[in-house]
């Protein structure tokens, strides 16, 4: 398994008691397969994911991200472990105005001391279908193209876990459609243990797994 959370529990101060955002939550990714995960908003979907992000430790369970225990490590091992095996598509791609396409890229390669990162931003530009649109910066993008950016600037340093959040909320229903195959065949293609959290039910068919959050519990809808 490339990501695994075991009997995890996060909470949240809340006025004289504690919230419960995540109640026990189970999730094992193996590595090639893509799951994604549905519900409500508030119902503890993005806090999964900054927990399997390694961004807020749980209350309690276990984190595992490429075969490491996430528990006891430190704010800085937990950067270095997220810079080098984990790669995060947010809602919005966040595109540096200043950058080309490919630029936005090899800057990820460059802040983790790789070199030669020209070649792989072009390999993964091509695998996301804008090899030809490398040197255009993102106002010369459409929101698509902006968004196949941001997927392939997450996978640039060759993450074991893909975590990927509300990728096709500002796309229309034939972009978010074309986003979703599009990660679907990078995470067999590359290996990655992806999880997908999504409102969107209408294109899940190729998920390996469907989930639903529901105030904190995450249940399994379809395998």
Known sequence: M?????DVTLTYPDGDGRLTALDRVRLEVPAGSLMAVVGPSGSGKSSLLAV??????????????????TGELSAAERAVLRRRNIGIVFQQP??????TAAEQLEVMARLD???AAAGRARELLAAVGLADQAHRHPHQL???????VN?????????SVLLVDEPTSALDHER????????????HDRGTATVLVTHDRAHLD???????????????LTV
Do not use: F, K
């Not at 997927?151 to 993450?159: C, S, T, V």
């Open 113 to 115: 001391g790789r070199r």
């Open 2 to 6: 490339s990501l695994i959370l075991d």
């Open 176 to 187: 978010g459609a074309a986003v979703l195959d599009l990660l679907t065949h990078l995470t």
């Open 206 to 220: 190729a998920a390996d797994a469907v989930h639903e959050m529901r105030d904190g519990r995450l249940t399994v």
């Open 94 to 99: 966040n595109l540096l105005p200043s950058l």
């Open 142 to 148: 459409s929101g698509g193209q902006r968004q196949r």
């Open 151 to 159: 997927i392939a600037r997450a996978l640039m340093n060759e993450p």
């Open 52 to 69: 399997a992000a390694t961004l807020i430790r749980p209350d309690s369970g276990r984190v595992c991200v490429a075969g490491t225990p």
